[in-house]
């Protein structure tokens, strides 16, 4: 690829895939305030906003869903729910060529696992393989 060139999406669906569409879409200029008004007259700017930042945490951090909810008294899925609408919504109102490039059935929203939770696990492995090896000898 060239330096000024954009990256191509994956041919398989991938996280990957979603934050490139965000690189991009972030180049278009989009006001939010006359692209996605509150469609429910009870839905508050405040609510809205709110909402798109729940998903920025989500994918701009290595914050986990469980955390992210925990701060806004949400569960997981509601969470999820959430970032999935949003980008949804992003899409919808993205221009036909990016929306080409990349359609909805390339982006997966489950997130890779941070480091932090990737050494845990990698912690945990090896504890269970030390009393395995503890156990039969």
């Known amino acids: ?4 060139e954009p990256k191509k999406p994956t041919p398989e669906p991938s996280f990957q895939n979603l934050l490139l569409f965000l690189e991009q879409v972030s180049i278009v200029p989009i006001d939010l305030k006359t692209q996605f008004p509150p469609k429910k007259s009870n839905q508050t700017q405040k609510q809205w906003g709110v909402r798109y930042s729940i998903a920025g945490r ?3 951090g290595d914050d986990t869903l469980d955390e992210i909810a925990g701060g806004f008294g ?3 899925e509601r969470i999820r729910h959430i970032v999935e609408k ?3 919504a992003l899409w919808d109102n993205s ?3 990016l ?3 990349f359609p909805l059935t390339s982006f997966n929203f489950r997130k890779p696992l941070s480091l932090k939770i990737r ?7 090896r504890i269970r393989q030390s009393l395995k090896k503890s156990k039969f000898r």
């Open 86 to 88: 949003g980008i949804k």
């Open 95 to 97: 221009p036909q060529e």
């Open 1 to 4: 690829e060239k330096p000024n």
């Open 99 to 101: 929306k080409d490039r």
């Open 58 to 60: 989500y994918l701009g």
């Open 119 to 125: 050494q845990r696990l990698a912690q945990a492995r």
């Open 74 to 76: 949400l569960t997981r």
